[in-house]
């Protein structure tokens, strides 16, 4: 089994940013995917931001390109989210996930195994 913990969620105004991360435990897996959904009062969730574990491969939601940037920290077997611009509709749960099968980049809740209790994002404007 496989433990993730989100951390660093708060209030933020907009305009500002936010580092999420997600610490990973339990069994441990040589390659996958790490990463990050959303989901706002009401709606559904969305797919933010993904990454290899091995090789650094990323790939971001249309929304957030250009503002959000995920990364590891393969030591701590940690995913990060620095969040910036931040938009009052960027206000969401925003949760981790992880993929076992790192063959490519998913982007839907169905191909990620496991997944975190989530952290709350609020952006006031």
């Known amino acids: 089994q496989v433990q993730l913990e989100e951390s660093g969620g708060g209030l933020v105004q907009a305009g500002g940013s936010l580092r999420l991360s997600c610490a990973a435990s339990?069994?441990?897996?040589?390659?996958?995917?790490m990463g990050w959904f959303r989901q706002a009062p009401g709606k559904e969730r969305e797919f933010v931001a993904a990454?290899?574990?091995?090789?650094?491969?990323?790939k971001y939601a249309d929304s957030v390109k250009g503002r959000f940037a995920i990364s590891t920290d393969n030591a701590k077997k940690t995913v990060t989210l620095q969040m910036g611009s931040l938009k009052p509709e960027d206000t969401a749960v925003y949760y981790c996930?992880?993929?076992?099968?790192?063959?490519?980049?998913?982007?839907?809740?169905?191909?990620?195994?496991?997944w975190g209790q989530g952290t709350q994002v609020t952006v006031s404007s």
């Open positions: 996930a992880l993929d076992l099968n790192f063959a490519y980049i998913g982007t839907t809740m169905a191909e990620f195994e496991y």
């Open positions: 339990g069994r441990t897996f040589s390659s996958y995917i």
């Open positions: 990454i290899r574990w091995s090789g650094g491969s990323t």
